[in-house]
């Protein structure tokens, strides 16, 4: 069965500064999608980011860009210029030919002014 | 209202209420879903709807029972619900079903089983 895993359940990082959040996921298939989804405190959940496996290069969106390592089955977010409205948890999800989304269990992300 | 909406915000219970959570999309998505997030643990899919079709039942217990009476709205019902059910229940909606569509979710209900 598919799952993945968030090795960090708690990060804290320097406004301004950069941070990288860990994802690895475990998998047979060879086509299939990855996210990262940010969820603010009390807040709805937003996509940040999303890669398709069949293309190589990673994906960005402004200060985010991924490290996408298929072979490894790694998939880390990394926030460039860190701000405020950055803290939040911040989710890993795995979507394959099972037609669901498999989630992390999520990396809380503390920025200190 | 744009987006997905939910109400109540917060619920709280007895284990012998009956209650229901509302959901309602408004991005003309054809794909709903409910959530149970509990803190600390990976979200849980709980019912998937496509076309308003039930395409998904994750072993849910049958103290939980969806509806979804069009493309716009889902309800969850609840009855004699145990203190695990305590969470939060989150309702998502995508362009389809299929093709790892970015699912957008409303704010959540916090409900609380006493």
């Known amino acids: 069965a598919q799952t993945v895993t968030q090795s960090q359940p708690e990060m804290s990082v320097q406004e301004a500064e950069t941070v990288t959040l860990s994802c690895t996921y475990d998998?047979?298939?060879?086509?299939?999608?990855l996210f990262w989804y940010k969820q603010p405190p009390s807040r709805q959940m937003i996509l940040v980011i999303r890669q398709e496996a069949y293309k190589q290069q990673n994906a960005t969106e402004n200060r985010f860009s991924v490290n996408f390592q298929k072979a490894a089955k790694s998939f880390s977010l990394k926030i460039s210029d860190s701000q405020l409205g950055d803290a939040a948890m911040y989710f890993c999800?795995?979507?394959?030919?099972?037609?669901?989304?498999?989630w992390g269990a999520g990396t809380k992300l503390i920025i200190k002014p | 209202e744009t987006g997905v909406t939910q109400t109540p915000r917060h619920l709280v219970m007895g284990m012998t209420n009956k209650k229901s959570l509302k959901c309602e999309q408004h991005?003309?998505?054809?794909?709903m879903y409910w959530y149970k997030q509990s803190a600390k643990k990976p979200l849980e899919l709980m019912f998937v709807?496509?076309?308003?079709?039930?395409?998904e039942n994750n072993s849910v217990p049958s103290r939980f029972s969806p509806e979804c009476p069009n493309s716009s709205h889902l309800f969850l019902h609840l009855h004699t619900l145990q203190p695990e059910d305590s969470a939060l229940y989150l309702c998502a909606s995508s362009q389809e079903r299929g093709g790892g569509n970015e699912q957008f979710f409303g704010p959540g209900t916090r409900l609380t089983v006493l």
């Open positions: 998998t047979s298939e060879s086509d299939y999608y």
């Open positions: 999800a795995w979507y394959g030919s099972n037609y669901q989304l498999i």
């Open positions: 709807y496509n076309f308003k079709e039930q395409t």
């Open positions: 991005l003309g998505h054809n794909a």
